[in-house]
């Protein structure tokens, strides 16, 4: 079916603007790809464009420039990872089990094999555009992160962590550690990674009856 065709049977927005989701989404995928493959700054809308197989008008319809439709594609990259983790049920877990699982979902490939060749173009273009990694903070770093912090600081709640442990730190240290891994090595993550970092990084933060819990 042609986009032409696709538009006609679409309902319309409310200022009569044909609203398609598979052409905004492919919109969005040739973006994120293209983030990836090219950077953001060697990226134009022509690329994108001829990619996803649209007109300029139609992209244009829906994004007024290059930089808000990259802010979307962030965005939609975020809400498809989160909504790919099951709930992190704490009561079903040991206090282990739930640090393991939510340092497996701090790592930004999950969902998203090309995620860090696309933070380190945006990390390349913070004194062109720094607007940009502040939204990849915002919308991407951040948030991943917050999962680990809320449950360091209930299982701090319970008893389980020790009460001194510097909770922004641990939360660092385990994000940065898969940058670190990728850029030692460039393979995909092992499968028993959080498992290794928390290996290492429990018997700091476990109060002693939590030690040898499993």
């Known amino acids: 079916m042609s986009e032409k065709s ?44 001829a990619d996803a197989g649209v007109t300029r008008p139609t992209l244009y319809r829906r994004w007024p420039n290059k930089y808000e439709l990259v802010i979307d594609a962030l965005r939609y990259g975020l809400r498809k990872q989160r909504e790919a983790y099951p709930p992190l049920e704490l009561d079903d877990l040991t206090p282990r089990e739930a640090v393991v699982e939510a340092v497996r979902r701090l790592d930004p490939r999950f969902h998203n094999p090309r995620a860090m060749t696309l933070h380190g173009n945006f990390m390349a273009e913070a004194a062109r555009e720094p607007g940009l990694i502040a939204q990849m903070r915002e919308l991407g770093n951040q948030p991943r992160c917050q999962e680990l912090t809320d449950v360091l600081i209930e299982l701090q709640r319970r ?27 460039g393979h995909d993550v092992p499968a028993d990674f959080a498992e290794r970092v928390v290996a290492t990084l429990w018997p700091v933060i476990a109060r002693e009856g939590e030690l040898t819990s499993t």
Do not use: C, H, W
């Open 6 to 49: 696709r538009r006609s049977q679409t309902p319309t927005g409310s200022g009569g603007r044909p609203r398609d989701p598979i052409i905004e989404e492919a919109i969005i995928e040739s973006t994120r790809m293209l983030l990836a493959t090219k950077g953001y700054s060697a990226m134009t809308i022509g690329d994108i464009v």
């Open 159 to 185: 008893g389980a962590v020790r009460q001194n442990v510097d909770v922004d730190m641990v939360v660092s240290l385990s994000f940065g550690s898969y940058f670190a891994d990728f850029n030692r090595y």
